[in-house]
DNA sequence: GTCTTTATTTAGGTAAGGCTAAATTAGTTT
DNA sequence: AAACTAATTTAGCCTTACCTAAATAAAGAC
């Protein structure tokens, strides 16, 4: 009978999951800066985190953290539920795909396996939520295969967009409006050297992107 | 920009709503019951409640607590998500009856307004939950125009079940299995003036119901 | 009118999960 | 090696929301 874990808890192992790279802790400061907390609060729950039976995290004085197996299996689950949830309120509940993610934050604490079960059906069993992240099943997550940026891209490639890592609204309202949404083809047109403009088309439509938007999609090369 | 309620102030204006009849106060204890919390933790928070601005409850010591304005405007809007809830739950995810209340119960307290909108939509703007309790609409709520107990009939009377009062798990599948849920027409074959059960036909079965049942369900008279 | 019961409140304590300010450590410079 | 800097931790404090045990008040019994 494994005990629930706090709203908080879920949020600090999302956290390190997306901020520890293998082998490689998430440090204080990082998570501080990611989930907007002061870095001395993040001590505080380090040591709590890790001083549960099972500890959830890993924790070396002034070295960060990584998850431990438990960590990671609940941090999995609770990711889970997150893209889940996006999937659900974007296709099922017809949200923007800039309102699913603030959304999905405060469901993902709350929703039970049930619920969690039944949207899983309801949608198909889906692998990808809306920004094309992979949704973890079973404690397994599809590597990412897509990890090139459209930025690093020159005329005349052709791709197809993968998965859009943008938290920001304004951004996100810009992408859906232009669909440059994952599975979107797009061919490189040009390239600015002196800006880093890249000018792409989209069925035909020419756009032009600057770095900050090119930055955020990752393409699969075609 | 009112800050958001947290989860347990909700579940006290949501207790003290349910437990305040026109008039009276819900008492400290009554309250420290239906919440399975101790009723010293429930003076502390309805002093708590009472003194913030604007204040959420009238309270006066040693004579239990009513909602103000705000209050019950506050109390409404987590019933009707509540409601809603269990209604979307029910009817939109194919959770079973007895399943819904618990999930609403959690869910309740996450959902935002968008979120709420959207459900309502869906669900063609329901006035009543799968247990027949009206779902409150711009702080208004529907009174309650069914109060008459199935206990209460004899035969050869015949109602139609408007609303099923009962929390247990056990009960609830026992009256889904039975069919015997609101929008039900039923008809009174037989009462035993020794134990109270009534015989009763429903799409011409019968079934004797004991009045642990029976006084659970609310019905008006055809 | 005093006694007893029951409801309620006060007092004092705990655990989470935040904060700031001050101390410490590690890593770079000079 | 001494000094500066950036990252991190400690210390001390706050709020919320719960707890138990002891004090008090109100209501009914005798």
């Known amino acids: 009978m494994k005990k629930k874990l706090s709203h908080a808890s879920e949020d600090y192992l999302k956290a390190i999951y997306t901020l520890s790279a293998d082998g490689f802790s998430a440090s204080t400061n990082n998570l501080a800066a990611h989930l907007n907390?002061?870095?001395?609060?993040v001590t505080g729950m380090l040591q709590r985190l890790a001083s549960l039976s099972p500890p959830l995290v890993n924790y070396r004085k002034r070295h960060g953290a990584t998850l431990t197996d438990t960590g990671e299996k609940a941090a999995l689950k609770v990711i889970r539920r997150h893209r889940l949830l996006e999937t659900?309120?974007?296709k099922s509940l017809g949200f923007?795909?800039?309102?699913?993610?603030?959304?999905a934050c405060e469901l993902e604490h709350a929703v039970s396996d049930r619920f969690e079960a039944r949207i899983d059906e309801v949608l198909g069993h889906p692998t990808h939520d809306p920004h094309?992240?992979?949704?973890?099943?079973?404690?397994?997550v599809m590597p990412q295969e897509a990890d090139i940026r459209l930025s690093t891209l020159r005329p005349p490639q052709k791709a197809i967009i993968q998965?859009?890592?943008?938290?920001?609204?304004?951004?996100l309202r810009y992408l859906e409006e232009k669909s440059l949404l994952p599975g979107t083809k797009l061919e490189?047109?040009?390239?600015?050297p002196i800006d880093g403009n890249l000018t792409i088309a989209v069925d035909g439509k020419k756009m032009v992107l600057g770095s900050a938007v090119t930055c955020h999609i990752f393409i699969e090369e075609i």
Do not use: C, M, Q, T
């Open 132 to 140: 094309g992240d992979p949704i973890p099943n079973l404690g397994l």
């Open 163 to 171: 998965r859009v890592d943008a938290e920001d609204g304004k951004l």
């Open 96 to 103: 923007s795909w800039d309102e699913v993610h603030a959304e």
């Open 37 to 41: 907390i002061a870095p001395a609060s």
């Open 188 to 192: 490189i047109r040009a390239f600015s």
């Open 88 to 90: 659900y309120l974007h």
